[in-house]
């Protein structure tokens, strides 16, 4: 299994709401990512867990809130969002801070649209 | 300040042809690269990667070079096929404390005809 599974693919949010974005893995990877991507932009790293522990905050505004309940499992809280944060938000794993060269496997994202 | 750059936002190349993307990095601290292939909508896909220690690195089609003098480095394709098209990332990382930090590039379309 070689998958990044990220759940749902869609969202529409209003900006009162709160929403959760989901994302899986079963490679035993132990280092896992948040990364948002606007329209015709490359992606940009948000958020870092290793070994189920935040070692990476970019500066994410608080309205993002990560969790990582167990070395396969990351969420991404949302709450208050603004119509800006409108994006495709990307989860990716790797093997872990151990290994050299670590190469990011990435789902297929969460398309996220705020109203 | 853009690290990593994609200078052609696009490529056309006939099927069966040499596709070559360029990328360029200012950070010297850079020491492992990656190509990304993406198609609208999805995550990226990993293709290949180098490590600064080496200068080229080679997986069936796909080859990278890399010129660190230069702080150059390209993609090449042989032979190109028609589902090779999709938008292409060029990205970095300086290990340590950036472990799994990747600096994208702005991406370069490929379309390849048949």
């Known amino acids: 299994d070689t998958e990044v599974t990220q759940t749902p693919k869609h969202l529409v949010m209003g900006m009162t709401n709160k929403k959760s974005l989901k994302c899986e893995q079963h490679?035993?990877?132990?280092?896992m990512y948040w990364y948002k991507q606007k329209a015709k932009k490359p992606p940009e790293l948000m958020f870092v867990?290793?070994?189920?522990?935040?070692?990476i905050n970019e500066s994410v505004p608080s309205r993002f809130s990560p969790e990582c309940p167990n070395s396969s499992l990351l969420n991404l809280h949302l709450h208050a969002l603004q119509p800006e944060d409108s994006a495709l938000y990307l989860c990716?794993?790797?093997?872990?801070?151990?290994?050299?060269?670590?190469?990011?496997?990435f789902g297929s994202g969460t398309q996220l649209s705020v109203l | 300040d853009q690290q990593v750059k994609q200078n052609s936002p696009s490529l056309s190349v006939q099927e069966g042809r040499i596709s070559i993307l360029n990328c360029d990095y200012t950070n010297s601290m850079f020491d492992y690269f990656l190509w990304y292939k993406k198609y609208p909508a999805e995550g990226p896909t990993f293709l290949i990667s180098?490590?600064?220690?080496?200068d080229k690195n080679e997986d069936g089609r796909f080859t990278v070079f890399l010129n660190k003098s230069a702080k150059h480095l390209s993609l090449h394709i042989v032979p190109s096929q028609p589902g090779d098209s999709a938008v292409y990332f060029c990205?970095?990382?300086?290990?340590?404390?950036?472990?799994?930090?990747?600096?994208f590039g702005q991406g370069t379309i490929l379309t390849v005809h048949p």
């Open positions: 180098i490590s600064s220690i080496k």
């Open positions: 990205a970095a990382s300086q290990g340590g404390t950036s472990y799994g930090k990747l600096t």
């Open positions: 490679m035993g990877h132990r280092a």
């Open positions: 867990y290793s070994y189920e522990k935040l070692s």
């Open positions: 990716a794993s790797s093997q872990g801070w151990t290994a050299t060269n670590e190469k990011l496997f």
